[in-house]
């Protein structure tokens, strides 16, 4: 397995369709679609913008609209960036047009890669395993409009570790600079999250927020990993 990771969602080059893209926005969009998924979700659409999610639910009347903008719900939209959202009651069984700031935006960059993973720290190690066997891993870091979020590097650092030890080869600088940002516990894990300037400013939002942050920040809660 080879593994490279794109720090940042601005590298030039294109994800190579045959590859495995695993797709990392820890605070939220990854681990909201993680819940989601779990929670029954049946598919999820990506788009860059709120005016493309609405054309969108023409073709699909009974979707949910799903997204944020600087982390709080699109007016009009069914549901914000919240994993608390994502009850089974509410998503089971229904498609997600989802419109987030950064994670989306990641999903499409990938479109071309053979198969789209998403990850979080609440599933990492479900993940880990789910790549076994994959030849190419692109671990693409959805970043904050564009720019390096540490949160995101620091959990393609622990997935880089964990590969690593069942054998992977990383390639590339990216790769060998979130390895050297890799927590090693879940404490550190958590510190990571919390320390982040994105999770410092969802905590600055409110109490349902710092929740958000909180549920982001823990390890393997969940035992699955999804693809999109």
Request: glycine share 10%; charged share 20%; aromatic share 6%.
């Amino acid at each position: 397995m080879r593994v490279t990771v794109r720090v940042t969602p601005a590298a030039p080059e294109p994800v190579p369709p045959g590859c495995t893209a695993v797709i990392i926005d820890v605070l939220r969009a990854t681990t909201t679609l993680t819940y989601a998924r779990l929670h029954g979700a049946r598919d999820v659409l990506p788009v860059a913008t709120a005016a493309e999610a609405f054309t969108l639910r023409t073709r699909h009347p009974g979707a949910l609209l799903c997204g944020e903008r600087e982390g709080r719900r699109i007016e009009g939209f069914d549901l914000g960036n919240s994993p608390a959202e994502y009850r089974f009651a509410v998503v089971a069984g229904r498609t997600l047009i989802f419109a987030s700031t950064n994670g989306s935006l990641a999903l499409l960059r990938a479109r071309r890669a053979r198969r789209r993973v998403l990850a979080a720290f609440v599933n990492a190690s479900a993940v880990v395993r789910a790549l076994a066997g994959a030849g190419e891993v692109v671990l693409l870091c959805s970043g904050k409009l564009g720019r390096f979020c540490l949160e995101d590097a620091a959990l393609a650092g622990w997935l880089c570790r964990a590969l690593v030890a069942g054998g992977a080869r990383l390639e590339g600088g990216g790769a060998r600079f979130a390895l050297g940002l890799a927590p090693r516990t879940a404490a550190e894990v958590h510190a990571s999250v919390q320390s982040a300037g994105q999770g410092r400013y969802l905590r600055s939002l409110g109490p349902e927020f710092a929740a958000d942050v909180e549920c982001c920040a823990a390890l393997d809660t969940v035992d699955q990993v999804f693809d999109v």
